[in-house]
C-alpha cells in the first residue's frame, strides 16, 4: 500500500509495450462494488475470496502484460502458488513502512486503514506479517526510495529501472 503498483505499473507496461491490470479495478468490475464496501458489509475475508478469484481468472483466462496486485494477495497459498509459476514473474516494491504511511495519510479509499490508530502503525503491522511472504514469491525486489530521494520523476525512473530488470530476467528464464 502506498508503494506505486499501479502509478510504476502503467509506466512499466507502457515502457514494455504490455497491457496493464490493475487487480483491485478488476476486482470492483467483476464484484460491481467498490473495496471499501465488500470490507464494510461482507468483511476482509470475503473480499480475499474474490481478489483469489479475480487473480486467477487474470492469469489463466486474459493475457495482460503488467498486472498491479494488491498488498494482500501474498496471503493465500494459492495465490502464492500462482505468482511462483515460471511464466509470472514478480516484482517486489520494497519500502520502509514509514515512508508508505508518509504517502497513504489521509486517504479515505484504504479500507484497511479505515479507523486505524495510524498509517505507519498499520503499515508495520503488515509489513510483519507479510514480509516474508513477498520474499517467497519476488523475482525481483526493488527499493523504491531511493528513486523518491534522487529522481526529478521517481516513478518513470523506476518503471524504467523495472523494466531493464524484467527483460534481463525474462531472457535468463528462456535460456
Request: proline content about 5%; cysteine-free; overall charge negative.
Amino acid at each position: 500500500m502506498g508503494s506505486g503498483k499501479t502509478t510504476v505499473g502503467k509506466r512499466l507496461a507502457s515502457r514494455l509495450g504490455r497491457h496493464f491490470v490493475d487487480a483491485d479495478q478488476a476486482l470492483e468490475e467483476i464484484a460491481d462494488r467498490a473495496i471499501s464496501e465488500i470490507f464494510e458489509q461482507d468483511g476482509e475475508e470475503a473480499f480475499r475470496d474474490l481478489e483469489e478469484d479475480t487473480f486467477e481468472e487474470l492469469l489463466e483466462h486474459h493475457e495482460p502484460g503488467v498486472i498491479a496486485g494488491g498488498g494482500g494477495l501474498v496471503l493465500r497459498p494459492a495465490n502464492r502458488a500462482r505468482l511462483r509459476q515460471p511464466e509470472v514473474t514478480v516484482v517486489h516494491l520494497e519500502a520502509d513502512p514509514a515512508f508508505l504511511a508518509s504517502r497513504v495519510a489521509g486517504r479515505t479509499h484504504r479500507p484497511l486503514l479505515q479507523g486505524a490508530e495510524s498509517a505507519r502503525a498499520v503499515l508495520e503491522r503488515l509489513h510483519a506479517t507479510r514480509a516474508a511472504l513477498y520474499a517467497e514469491v519476488a523475482d525481483l525486489t526493488v527499493p523504491v526510495e531511493p528513486f523518491h530521494a534522487r529522481d526529478e520523476h521517481p516513478r518513470q525512473a523506476l518503471a524504467e529501472r523495472i523494466a531493464e530488470l524484467v527483460l534481463a530476467h525474462e531472457a535468463k528464464v528462456a535460456t
